[in-house]
T-cell receptor, first 118, second 112 residues
Framework: AQKVTQAQTEISVVEKEDVTLDCVYE???????LFWYKQPPSGELVFLIR??????QNEISGRYSWNFQKSTSSFNFTITASQVVDSAVYFC???????????????FGTGTKLQVIP | DAGVTQSPTHLIKTRGQQVTLRCSPK?????VSWYQQALGQGPQFIFQ???????QRGNFPDRFSGHQFPNYSSELNVNALLLGDSALYLC???????????FGDGTRLSIL
């Protein structure tokens, strides 16, 4: 069974600080996908990044960066120079392989609520 | 280009009633998944539809059922509503063989 653990329930940082959101996953599959989604107070889940299990390269997109390490089953997310608009709940998610007609179900972590204080 | 649209936005029902939620996928998408998100929790996978058939199912009772239409839109039906069914119900769509899923704004269901 697949599982995603986000141990940090809530994090508060002061604007312009860097913050790292942790994600640890469990899967028996060798082919899987990892995701990060942002959920602002409005409720919509906004896709941020996807990583497949064969690509361990770190990625940077503006102030966002992701560190994928298969050896520790972690996929951590760092926001550099945080801004108030970054305040939201962030979810890490895992999808195993490819199912019939598409992809397998996506398993989400419990989320980390980030509050950026001005 | 419209994204994933869900209706209604909010819904209030009483225990024992039945409810139908609707979802129109993003243009070009043919796969629809439904998730239940309780307050303070991550979304929980209910089921996924492709080619008008349920392809994957999470740990939800048979009271939860769905349908996908030829135009790829989908409905989620919940019978015999319980207080614990109160949640945000999210619909996500994707194109076969590709990721990621795109989510709608959700339907907030409250059971009294």
């Amino acid at each position: 069974a697949q599982k995603v653990t986000q141990a940090q329930t809530e994090i508060s940082v002061v604007e312009k600080e860097d913050v790292t959101l942790d994600c640890v996953y469990e899967t028996r599959d060798t082919t899987y996908y990892l995701f990060w989604y942002k959920q602002p107070p409005s409720g919509e889940l906004v896709f941020l990044i996807r990583r497949n299990s064969f690509d361990e390269q770190n990625e940077i997109s503006g102030r966002y960066s992701w560190n994928f390490q298969k050896s520790t089953s972690s996929f951590n997310f760092t926001i550099t120079a945080s801004q108030v608009v970054d305040s939201a709940v962030y979810f890490c998610a895992l999808s195993e392989g490819r199912g019939t007609g598409g992809y397998q179900k996506v398993t989400f972590g419990t989320g980390t609520k980030l509050q950026v204080i001005p | 280009d419209a994204g994933v649209t869900q209706s209604p936005t909010h819904l209030i029902k009483t225990r024992g009633q039945q409810v139908t939620l609707r979802c129109s996928p993003k243009s070009g998408h043919d796969t629809v998944s439904w998730y239940q998100q309780a307050l303070g929790q991550g979304p929980q996978f209910i089921f996924q539809y492709y080619e008008e058939e349920e392809r994957q199912r999470g740990n939800f009772p048979d009271r939860f059922s769905g349908h996908q239409f030829p135009n790829y839109s989908s409905e989620l039906n919940v019978n015999a509503l319980l207080l614990g069914d109160s949640a945000l119900y999210l619909c996500a769509s994707s194109r076969t063989g590709s990721q990621p899923q795109h989510f709608g704004d959700g339907t907030r269901l409250s059971i009294l």
